[in-house]
C-alpha cells in the first residue's frame, strides 16, 4: 500500500460491539451494560452509557451501530412522550418495545432474561446455567455483574465499567461499578 | 496474508463442534459432543467420536475439518508409537502435542483442524495443550475449542476451579458440553467424556435425554 489512508478510526463506523444484559425478577428489572464504543480497532469512548431513558421507568440498552442506536432511542423517547400525554398515563413497556420493534423491524419477543451485543456469544452458557426464577432484586443485580464482567473479559469490544440500572415500582436506581470492583474469576 | 476459516466456514464435512479439557486433582478429564454435519446444514452423524486416543494415557481432541483431523491424527499417533519405542517409556503428553503441532506447523496452508491433547504421564501429572489452527502449542488448566466452544467462555471461566474432585471435574465437563450443545446448532447428539488417570482410563457417555437440563427446559 503507497498511499496514505489516515488512521483506521477516520473512516471506519462507530460500533459499540458491546454486551447488554436484562433481567426480570419479581417486582421490576434489572438491566446491565458494558461501556465501549470502538471505530475498527480504536476505542472512542470507553464510558458510554448505553442504557437509555425512554421514559420513567422504561429503559433501553443500545448495541450495534451507535448512531442509528441512539437515534432510535432517541426517536422512541420522543413518540412515547407524546403517546403518555396522549392516554394521559404512564406507557406500557410493550407499547415502547414496540415502537423500537417498529422502526427497526425483527423480532419482538418477551423472556424473562436477554443478552444482547457482540460480548453474549461468551455468555451464553453461563446465563442459562446460572438464571434461576425467583431472584430477588440484589441477586438479579449481582448475576447482571457477573455476566457482564465475564463477557468483557473475553470480548475484544466490550469493556470498560459496568453501567447497572434497576426499575421497580418505587423507581429508578443508576449505577457504575468501576473495572477495579468487578468480579474476578479464576484466571485473574 | 489469507485469514483463517472459522470452524463453520470449512468445506466438506466438518466437526462443529464443542470440545473441551480441563484438568483436577490428579488427572484431566477430556469430552466432545458428537455430531458432524455438511455445511452446517446436514447432520452427517450423531454419534462420531471426537476423542481420539492417541496412547496409553494421551488423547486428543479435534475441531474443524474431519478429514483433516483424522489425518493428522493418523499420523500422530504412528510417530508417538515409535516414539516410544525408541524411547522405552510411554510419551510424555507434550510429546504428543508437539508431534501435533509440527504436522499443523508445517501443513498449515492445507490443513484446517485444531486440537486439544489432554493426558497424564508420570513427569508432569495431568496436562492440558491447545494445538490451534496455525500451529501454536500452549499448555492451559482448562481450554475449551470448536465453534461451540463461544458460547461457554463465560461458564467455563466462572466456574472452572482449579484441583477440583474428580466427580466436579466430570460435572463441570458435561454442564459445560450440554450448555454449548444447547446454544450451538453444530453441536449435539451426546456427550462423549474421558478421565484419565495414574491409575487408568474411564469411559463416560451421557445420551442427550440424560443431560443436564437447564432453567428453559
Redesign the interface.
Known sequence: MLEETGPEWLSEEVKTGTTIIAIEFNGGVVLGSDSRVSAGDSVVNRVMNKLSPLHDKIYCALSGSAADAQTIAEMVNYQLHVHSLEIDEDPQVRSAATLVFATLNGLLTRQPFAVGGSGSSYVYGFVDAEYRKGMNKEECQQFVVNTLSLAMNRDGSSGGVAYIVSIDEHGTEEKVILGNDLPTFFDQ | MEKRCTDSQVKGVSTGTTILAATFDGGVVIGSDSRASIGGEYVSSKTINKVIQVHDRIFSCIAGSLADAQAVTKAAKFHLSFHSVQMETPPLVIAAASVLKELCYKNKDELQAGFITAGWDRKNGPQVYVVSLGGMLISQPVTIGGSGS?????????????NMSKEECLQFAT??LA??M??DNVSGGVAHLVVVTESGVEHVVVPGDKLPK???E
Open positions: 463461544t458460547y461457554i467462555y463465560g461458564y467455563v471461566d466462572a466456574k472452572y476451579k482449579p454442564n459445560a450448555l454449548a444447547g446454544r437447564f432453567h428453559d
